[in-house]
């Protein structure tokens, strides 16, 4: 389950800005709204498959695939996290995964 919270309504202007056009992070990337809009709807897209991946390869165990699609998810869910966090929005991940249960 992903919860989302609105965040302080600044930040450091170093770190990130946003106007109503653009977004700017900290490595000076400037993304539009709409392609911002894109990457975050990708990336849910992505974890949401690479999540029933997981479950499929757990019913008939595959280390080596689990583990694999367990890195990618790990890797999307940091990058939507960033993402989120240049509107002041902070996102919690709950939920195990299954070398969490191990």
């Known amino acids: 389950m992903i919860s989302v919270a609105a965040g302080p309504a600044t ?3 170093s770190e990130t800005r946003a106007s109503s056009n653009f977004v700017y992070n900290a ?7 709409d392609e911002w809009a894109a990457r975050v709807s990708r990336l849910a897209e992505l974890i949401a498959h690479k999540t029933e991946a997981i479950r499929q ?6 280390r080596l695939a689990i583990g694999q699609y367990e890195e990618l998810r790990r890797r999307y869910l940091g990058e939507l996290s960033e993402l989120m966090h240049q509107y ?13 249960a191990a």
């Not at 490595?27 to 709204?33: I, R, Y």
């Not at 390869?57 to 595959?62: C, L, N, R, V």
């Not at 002041?88 to 969490?100: K, L, N």
């Open 11 to 13: 930040t450091r202007l």
């Open 57 to 62: 390869h757990a019913e008939a165990p595959d």
């Open 88 to 100: 002041g929005i902070v996102i919690r991940f709950e939920g195990r995964t299954t070398d969490q």
């Open 27 to 33: 490595m000076q990337e400037v993304l539009s709204t």
